[in-house]
């Protein structure tokens, strides 16, 4: 009866050390951009740029240290509803923040 | 080979009966409590579940009866002001977070979902059995509170400032409310993995039976809105040892935030607790009435558009908070959006029996009861989503009485029904059914007049959260405690009358109600692998053709002698 269980992937993704080296290049690289885009006052796009930067950074740990590019759609699609949904939340607070 | 095992195994299946899953331990070298403690078959993790969380629902029982003793009369009647605090914090955390939340997902889900997929067990079952030690774990702390320097008295929705600044102990509980929360996450990540994997082959989407399609969209809900309120209770716990002011204003933070990472998840949660009930209630009504389910796609539906639509309806609470007036019209209106799934769910059950061929039992019965609760519960809460009226009763009883119409109503008793729809077929005993129909009566007798006046009272501008009230309450205070005690009274009754039925209820056989799902096609109490051959796909899972067909060949002599207990 276990069966139906056992097109599983199992099999591992190895990668390059060079592309694991590049990815944390881009990080570290990104991560210095978040701290000089922190130093000038661009007003209420600060915040904008900060979340921009971030977003893309953790896109890439997920998809490449985390191994999120090598997986079925599936997971990709739940693991995108998860990110969607938050943002939604999150926007949907602006309802009230952004009236007051 | 393969032929040879098949043949032997037939052999022994003939001249032995199948033995359930009580007689064959999971793993095997395991006995005795060990064989519970230690086991990974969802059938005992499920029975497990249903011992623990039944002890909790008799303490909340027994402690929402204290304080509906304290209001019978004006004063301090039994108890002083800081005890009824603390007693009605208790009950709300132990109800919410240890009854209504886990009773029918990790009771009635883990024994039943794996089989009406066709299954053998769910997708994770070691992490299923973590989940009921962090379930243990977070109960035992919330019981823990009760003797560390006075439980908390913040009500179950711990609201800042006061949760920050009261004595009590917060903490405790709220890092209980935490593990409960990690532990409801794990059973919804173990029923998406195992819907979405473990389906038996051939079994399609538009195939799956109604209480696994509600699981399945409880499970989203669960899985996705619980770390809201885990990390909301995180920074509770930060707030009050750090003072990192995240909440507070004289320190640039916002005490409203609080309540938005509130119900972020706990209007959500109030949908984890009603879904799983209506898909119950999805079951129970087609069986019998002999009929298929109305509507078993805009079911299905509606399911999921609960489960998007009613996370976004949150602010729905903080009318009154002093959120901005935008807010306020947008989350009333989203509300009233989120009104119209359950209602079409309510239209596909009535839809389904008219004109059926109904059959009255226990299970029937609660659920009939169900539908009437539930949607004066739904009703109120327009009154309350619509912002005008809203202002006139929020926090006053009249919220109370709405949300025990739907959870007590609603999930209370679709959790009765259930117990009493798969008490056969778990336990393979049956029940007295005049005694289930006395509990049923006297259950919602006792409902009406305990909730009804409260509505009144709320109308009338009685505030919630008090243990005292003004002399013109007093007449529908004293009538709601007596109709507390009726309710009560049914409650033990029906409970009673299901452990009686362990000394002497009549042995069941494995389809006593004529029902259609894969469950129904397996021994009582099913076997370790839940089927003894591989079950087929039967396409779609509501047709009784053959069920009626066999009825009228001969009366359901099962049923007859049940009722004749
Ligand atoms: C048509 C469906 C529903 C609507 C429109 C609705 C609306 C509302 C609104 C607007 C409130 C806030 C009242 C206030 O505090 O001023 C409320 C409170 C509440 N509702 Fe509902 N509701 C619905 C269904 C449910 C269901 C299904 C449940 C649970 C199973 C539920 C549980 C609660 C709880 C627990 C509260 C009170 C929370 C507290 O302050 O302690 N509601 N409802
Ligand atoms: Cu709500």
């Known amino acids: 009866m276990t069966g139906n269980i056992d097109h599983i992937q199992s099999d591992a993704h190895i990668q390059s050390y060079g592309k694991l080296l590049g990815v944390l290049a881009i990080l570290l690289f990104l991560t210095a951009l978040t701290i000089i885009v922190s130093r000038i006052h661009f007003g209420g796009a600060n915040i904008w740029v900060a979340l921009i930067v971030a977003s893309v950074k953790s896109s890439f740990v997920l998809l490449f240290f985390m191994h999120l590019k090598y997986e079925s759609i599936l997971i990709k699609a739940s693991f995108l509803a998860t990110i969607g949904f938050l943002s939604i939340l999150i926007g949907f607070m602006f309802w009230d923040v952004a009236f007051r | ?565």
């Open chain 2, 1 to 565: 080979m393969e032929i040879i095992g098949k043949i032997s195994y037939m052999e022994t299946q003939a001249t032995q009966p199948i033995k359930s899953f009580y007689e064959t331990p999971s793993p095997s070298r395991f006995t005795g409590i060990g064989a519970w403690l230690l086991t990974i078959d969802h059938k005992r993790i499920g029975l497990m579940y249903m011992a623990s969380v039944m002890v909790w629902f008799v303490i909340a029982l027994i402690l929402g009866l204290l304080i509906r003793t304290e209001l019978m009369a004006t004063g301090s009647t039994i108890m002083e002001a800081e005890t009824y605090n603390a007693i009605f914090t208790l009950h709300g955390v132990i109800m919410i977070f240890l009854f209504v939340i886990p009773a029918i997902p990790a009771i009635f889900g883990n024994f039943l979902l794996p089989i009406q997929l066709g299954t053998d067990d769910v997708f994770f079952p070691k992490l299923n059995l973590l989940s009921w030690y962090l379930y243990m774990l977070g109960g035992f702390l919330a019981i823990l509170s009760l003797f560390a320097d006075g439980p908390p008295d913040t009500g179950w929705t711990f609201y800042v400032p006061f949760s920050v600044s009261t004595e009590t102990n917060v903490g405790l509980t709220v890092t209980a409310a935490f593990i409960l929360g990690m532990s409801s996450m794990l059973t919804g990540l173990n029923f998406i993995t195992t819907v979405h994997r473990m389906r038996m082959p051939g079994m399609k989407w538009m195939e799956i039976p109604l209480f696994t399609w509600s699981l399945y969209a409880t499970a989203w809900v669960q899985l996705l809105a619980t770390p809201v309120l885990s990390i909301t209770l995180l920074l509770v716990i930060l707030e009050r040892i750090f003072g990192s002011g995240l909440f507070d204003p004289s320190k640039g933070g916002d005490p409203i935030l609080y309540q938005h990472l509130f119900w972020m998840y706990s209007h959500p949660a109030v949908y984890i607790m009603i879904l799983p009930g209506m898909g119950v209630i999805s079951e129970i009504i087609p069986v019998f009435s002999r009929k298929s389910i109305f509507g078993y796609k805009a079911i299905v539906g509606s399911s999921m558009a609960i489960a998007v639509a009613g996370s976004l309806v949150w602010a729905h609470h903080m009318f009154t908070s002093g959120m901005s007036d935008v807010a306020v019209f947008v989350f009333s209106f989203l509300t009233f959006i989120v009104a119209i799934p359950s209602a079409i769910k309510v239209f596909s059950w009535v839809s389904t029996m008219y004109k059926g061929s109904i059959l009255m039992t226990p299970p029937l019965f609660f659920s009939l009861c169900f539908i009437y609760l539930f949607s004066i519960g739904g009703l109120t809460g327009l009154v309350l989503g619509a912002a005008g009226t809203n202002i006139q009763v929020h926090d006053t009883h009249f919220v109370v009485a709405h949300f025990h119409f739907v959870m007590f109503g609603g999930t209370g008793f679709a959790f009765f029904a259930a117990l009493h729809f798969w008490w056969p077929k778990i336990f393979g005993i049956m029940y007295n059914f005049k005694r289930a129909y006395v509990a049923a009566i006297l259950t919602t007798t006792g409902f009406m007049l305990h909730y009804i006046p409260m509505f009144i009272l709320g109308i009338m501008g009685m505030p919630r959260r008090y243990y005292d009230y003004l002399p013109e309450f007093q007449t529908g205070n004293f009538f709601a405690g007596i109709g507390a005690y009726i309710l009560v009274a049914g409650v033990l009754v029906m409970l009673l009358n299901l452990l009686i039925s362990f000394k002497n209820g009549e042995t069941s056989p494995s389809d006593p109600w004529g029902g259609t799902t894969l469950e129904w096609s397996i021994p009582s109490p099913p076997p370790l692998h839940n089927f003894v051959e591989s079950p087929k796909p039967k396409g779609y899972p509501y047709d009784f053709t053959d069920i009626v067909r066999s009825n009228s060949l001969n009366s359901n002599d099962s049923l007859n002698r049940g009722s004749k207990l």
